[in-house]
């Protein structure tokens, strides 16, 4: 099998991924059995500093640094379980010492599979704004709706004075659940989280929408990928 080297910015988000790995790993391949799995992260705040900034050659420099550690410890290839990153992966790809899966291009393949035609996309306000999901959902014949400019501050907001740190508060997930709802109105047929802590948050069971959850396709992804070659 393939060695999953996980490029790590937020420990929820990545925490969450690395357990999915490593828990449907053994469903797959039997118990206690899953690919071999290495991880690295900057301190999230360099992160967090360089996309207040909107320096994504900052970001991409970041990624890449885990990168090399992770290549020299033996990592076959590589995913980055959180969203807003993406925007510096066109900097990332072509110095990377290892390919990547896209997070966002799984989100869309798995849409796609589904047959989605209108995507509800939630997430940080750089990426609910930026192209990340809006390009790649638009070549894969899919169209994006996001909430409006209010509600992205306020979801901003909550994922990183709440989600990031691990805090799933009831109201918070009564304001998602009404911005999901608003989304349905408007026709979207699903939601994407675009945010690798909202799945933390948001089950199926309390979502309007059917979820799109973006950490556990990243992480089914890199285990199918793993197991197959």
Not at 70 to 82: E, M, Q, T, V
Not at 89 to 102: A, K, T
Not at 184 to 197: F, I, P, S
Request: with cysteine; net charge neutral; hydrophobic share 40%.
């Amino acid at each position: 099998m393939l060695h999953i080297g996980i490029v790590a910015s937020s420990a929820e988000g990545a925490a969450l991924c690395y357990r999915t790995i490593c828990v449907e790993g053994a469903e797959l391949l039997g118990p206690y059995n899953h690919p071999e799995v290495s991880m690295h992260g900057h301190p999230f705040v360099q992160y967090k500093n360089f996309i207040d900034a909107g320096d994504w050659a900052g970001v991409a420099e970041l990624m890449l640094s885990s990168a090399e550690k992770l290549a020299k410890a033996g990592a076959d290839f590589l995913i980055a379980p959180a969203n807003t990153v993406h925007q510096a992966f066109d900097l990332v790809e072509r110095r990377s010492p290892r390919p990547w899966l896209h997070i966002a291009v799984e989100v869309a393949k798995e849409a796609k599979h589904h047959g989605y035609k209108r995507l509800g996309v939630l997430g940080t306000r750089s990426l609910m704004d930026g192209p990340v999901y809006r390009e790649t959902l638009r070549a894969a014949g899919i169209e994006q709706r996001v909430p409006g400019a209010e509600q992205r501050e306020r979801i901003h907001r909550m994922i990183f004075d709440e989600l990031v740190q691990g805090a799933c508060l009831p109201r918070t997930r009564a304001y998602f659940t009404e911005v999901i709802r608003g989304l349905k109105d408007e026709g979207c047929e699903a939601v994407a989280l675009a945010c690798t802590e909202i799945p933390l948050l948001m089950t199926p069971e309390s979502s309007p929408l059917p979820l799109l959850d973006s950490t556990r396709i990243l992480a089914r992804a890199a285990l199918r990928k793993a197991v197959e070659g």
